[in-house]
């Protein structure tokens, strides 16, 4: 089975134009090694995937030509304990980098000072 297919059916991408665009782009590879969107998959075979800054190590369990409900593509593959424990601690360390919002708007002070940061990298 053709890789954008299976990935579309498995629904990491909502068209199979998508795939094949994160296919060239090397946000996806096969067993380590760099893949074309008409690569033949099987089952068992390791797939990485790169998709909005996250990390997907995925093995595939069953092919479809179909795309099918959520659900049941679910049951296409399993993502791997690693993969899984790692996206979900890297998500935890996003929340916590993240900045809060300030409490008020900047007056005419506070702007003046934006400014002049911005103007001095210039």
Known sequence: MRLDKWLWAARFYKTRRLAVEAIEKHQVSVNGDKAKPARMIKIGDTLVIEKAGETFV??????????????????????????????????????????????????????????????SYE
């Open 58 to 119: 995925i093995i595939i369990d069953d092919l479809s030509e179909v795309r099918g409900p959520a659900p049941k593509a679910q049951l296409l593959y399993h993502e791997t304990e690693e993969s899984l424990a790692k996206r979900l601690a890297d998500r935890e360390m996003r929340k916590l980098v993240h900045t809060p919002k300030p409490d008020k708007a900047p007056d005419k002070k506070d702007r003046q000072l934006l400014r002049n940061m911005r103007h």
